[in-house]
């Protein structure tokens, strides 16, 4: 069974800082997908990593598979409010019955001015 | 075009009533999903509809869910004698296989408050 172990859960960062969030996960996957959920909102699709080495950028925002090491990360540079959110990676494949994608608990940034 | 929809936005039910849920996917998509997310948590898969196959139900926490899909078109969740831990955020997605990126889009969800 697929697990989905992301840290830091909470991140608390001051504009302008560069900071990482991780996700591992327990079992082979050759994709894995970000996704941004604002307060009180539903869950919008940030980045698709389709390949181990992987790597998109967006904004601010940098994403990146190593499907050998089972991790991706989520690179935030130069910070700014606006990215205050919840952030969840979920790798594709086998969750407890079909292929499919098993959420992280999200980690939960706040950008502080 | 139009994205995943849900109704209702907003529940509000007794403990032991039934509830029904809805979700429309976005047209031509074959594949449907549903989740839960209690409040300040991850997401918690439940049912995945893919075309006509059978579902899987692996994620059903009880026998009190249930859902269904007509085709590739609206799907309902139902909840019977709901409990008060039942109280959650019912998120949907659905997504398009012949893309290959099977990228799921999420609905505005329905959230679930029972008394």
């Known amino acids: 069974e697929l697990k989905v172990e992301q840290n830091p859960l909470f991140l608390s960062m001051q504009e302008g800082k560069n900071y990482t969030i991780y996700c591992n996960y327990s079992t082979t996957s050759d994709r894995l997908y970000w996704y941004r959920q604002d307060p009180g909102k539903s869950l919008e699709s940030l980045f698709v990593?389709?390949?181990?080495?992987a790597v998109k950028q967006e904004g601010r925002l940098m994403a990146s598979l190593d499907t050998k090491a089972r991790l991706s990360t989520l690179h935030i540079t130069a910070a700014v409010h606006d990215l205050s959110a919840t952030y969840f990676c979920?790798?594709?494949?086998?969750?407890?019955?079909?292929?499919?994608?098993?959420f992280g608990k999200g980690t939960k940034l706040s950008v502080i001015p | 075009g139009a994205g995943v929809s849900q109704s209702p936005s907003n529940k509000v039910t007794e403990k032991g009533k039934d509830v029904e849920l809805r979700c429309d996917p976005i047209s031509g998509h074959t594949a449907l999903y549903w989740y839960r997310q209690r409040l300040g948590q991850g997401l918690e898969f439940l049912i995945y509809f893919q075309g006509n196959s059978a579902p899987d139900k692996s994620g059903l926490p009880s026998d009190r869910f249930s859902a269904e899909r007509t085709g590739e078109s609206v799907s309902t969740l139902t909840i019977q004698r709901t409990q008060q831990e039942d109280s959650a955020v019912y998120l949907c997605?659905?997504?398009?296989?012949?893309?290959?990126?099977?990228?799921?889009?999420f609905g505005p969800g329905t959230r679930l408050t029972v008394l």
């Open positions: 997605a659905s997504s398009s296989r012949t893309s290959g990126r099977n990228e799921q889009f």
């Open positions: 990593l389709l390949s181990n080495g």
């Open positions: 979920a790798p594709w494949g086998s969750g407890a019955g079909s292929y499919q994608l098993t």
